[in-house]
């Protein structure tokens, strides 16, 4: 399995910006579907964003058109641009790597196999 780790999180006003990256090592990702959640205390947790091995991105309705994710194959790392920021978009952010290479894209968090840490995101009003 990958390890991963998700840097870039921290304090943020509402409408600023973060740049959330995951670094991954043991193995390549650039034949592996990448996601983006996240988890507010109390709740479970939520897709953000995907990007396909093949790099077709989608993004859950709460973040579409403020969140920007892609995906570095030389680097192998995954990013996720956030800008206007939102106090309900304070979480942590998790970066995962899909069970299989070349798997159908899926929202499912079960479907990842491989986790980074989390890194928290907060934003003030």
């Known amino acids: 399995q990958a390890q991963l780790v998700e840097s870039g999180g921290g304090l943020v006003q509402a409408g600023g910006s973060l740049r959330l990256s995951c670094a991954a090592s043991?193995?390549?990702?650039?034949?592996?579907?990448m996601g983006w959640f996240r988890q507010a205390p109390g709740k479970e947790r939520e897709f953000v964003a995907r990007i396909t091995w093949g790099g077709v991105t989608s993004y859950a309705d709460s973040v579409k058109g403020r969140f920007t994710i892609s995906r570095d194959n030389a680097k192998n790392t995954v990013s996720l641009q956030m800008n206007s920021l939102k106090p309900e978009d304070t979480a942590v952010y998790y970066c995962a790597a899909s069970r299989l290479p070349y798997a159908s894209a899926s929202y499912d968090p079960n479907d990842f196999g491989s986790w980074g840490q989390g890194t928290q995101v907060t934003v003030s009003s």
């Open positions: 043991r193995r390549t990702i650039s034949d592996y579907g």
